[in-house]
């Protein structure tokens, strides 16, 4: 029995037109839109968000943004803000993710303005952080995982700490069918949660939600989700299909 209520999370990155959206989030709605064992979340692509949201109404998914800019509006070309994503109704967003920080040169001091700015619009962040293999090959991984804890959050109350969910997600095991092993997730997820605890106090610490991303799976998800501290998953290729998302889904009902 877990403690904290799992949440799935279904990261589309830059996949999905809004009709194909509309269309995977119906079939994902159809099985698992009434249930409320496991918190189910999907986050398409931004122009997405206003049709995934209105096909997602009265069933008990919720919608996130992959991403948006600090400011709350302004010259920012190509850019959302948190009011616009709320708008849509929707109640997450993703921060920091991996890709964002390889591709688009995000900073821990960025994505940190993003966090504040996010919860001051009361979305809920979800914090992406993780080594790369070198990394981990060097032996830093825990070192990383403090550094980018300590950067995303600073000047995080312990109240609003409550609202934030971090997605554990180790850069080598993204998009490439290598997952992490259950008990090399454990390793990260616990140290985490003891971060957390000597920041923000054992009863914060214990609310948050630590989420695992990187080729999760309908076949190693239940592995997974049985770890002490792994409450959830990020998924991104097995979120593109309902029937792959719905499995995780099941398995998350399963462990719960
Ligand atoms: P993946 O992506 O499940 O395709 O590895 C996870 C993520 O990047 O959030």
Same mark, same amino acid.
């Given at each position: 029995?877990?403690?904290?209520?799992?949440?799935?999370?279904?990261?589309?990155?830059?996949?999905?037109?809004?009709?194909?959206?509309?269309?995977?989030?119906?079939?994902?709605?159809?099985?698992?839109?009434?249930?409320?064992?496991?918190?189910?979340?999907?986050?398409?692509?931004?122009?997405? +968000? #206003?049709?995934?949201?209105?096909? &997602? @109404? $009265?069933?008990?998914?919720?919608?996130? !943004?992959?991403? %948006?800019?600090?400011?709350?509006?302004?010259?920012?070309?190509?850019?959302?803000?948190?009011?616009?994503?709320?708008?849509?109704?929707?109640?997450?967003?993703?921060?920091?993710?991996?890709?964002?920080?390889?591709?688009?040169?995000?900073?821990?001091?960025?994505?940190?303005?993003?966090?504040?700015?996010?919860?001051?619009?009361?979305?809920?962040?979800?914090?992406?952080?993780?080594?790369?293999?070198?990394?981990?090959?060097?032996?830093?991984? +825990? #070192?990383?995982?403090?550094?980018? &804890? @300590? $950067?995303?959050?600073?000047?995080?109350? !312990?109240?609003? %700490?409550?609202?934030?969910?971090?997605?554990?997600?180790?850069?080598?095991?993204?998009?490439?069918?290598?997952?992490?092993?259950?008990?090399?997730?454990?390793?990260?997820?616990?140290?985490?949660?003891?971060?957390?605890?000597?920041?923000?106090?054992?009863?914060?610490?214990?609310?948050?939600?630590?989420?695992?991303?990187?080729?999760?799976?309908?076949?190693?998800?239940?592995?997974?989700?049985?770890?002490?501290?792994?409450?959830?998953?990020?998924?991104?290729?097995?979120?593109?299909?309902?029937?792959?998302?719905?499995?995780?889904?099941? !398995?998350?009902?399963?462990?719960?």
């Amino acid at each position: 029995m877990k403690s904290r209520k799992i949440l799935i999370a279904g990261n589309w990155k830059m996949n999905k037109t809004t009709a194909e959206g509309v269309e995977l989030v119906k079939e994902i709605a159809a099985e698992v839109g009434k249930q409320s064992e496991v918190e189910v979340l999907v986050c398409p692509p931004a122009v997405a +968000l #206003d049709g995934g949201g209105k096909a &997602l @109404e $009265g069933t008990s998914i919720k919608l996130g !943004a992959q991403n %948006m800019h600090p400011k709350p509006s302004g010259a920012f070309t190509g850019e959302i803000s948190a009011e616009m994503i709320r708008h849509h109704f929707a109640t997450y967003v993703i921060l920091g993710h991996s890709e964002r920080r390889t591709y688009f040169f995000e900073t821990d001091a960025f994505i940190n303005e993003k966090v504040l700015a996010a919860l001051k619009s009361l979305l809920r962040p979800i914090l992406c952080i993780g080594e790369t293999l070198e990394e981990r090959d060097a032996d830093k991984t +825990l #070192d990383v995982i403090r550094t980018q &804890l @300590e $950067g995303g959050l600073a000047g995080v109350s !312990a109240d609003d %700490m409550t609202s934030v969910v971090i997605a554990y997600e180790p850069v080598w095991a993204i998009g490439t069918g290598r997952n992490a092993t259950p008990e090399q997730a454990q390793e990260v997820h616990a140290f985490i949660r003891k971060w957390l605890t000597d920041k923000f106090g054992e009863a914060v610490a214990q609310k948050v939600r630590i989420l695992y991303g990187g080729s999760m799976k309908p076949v190693n998800a239940a592995d997974l989700l049985a770890q002490e501290d792994i409450d959830g998953g990020l998924i991104g290729g097995a979120s593109l299909e309902a029937r792959s998302f719905v499995e995780i889904i099941n !398995a998350a009902k399963a462990a719960s």
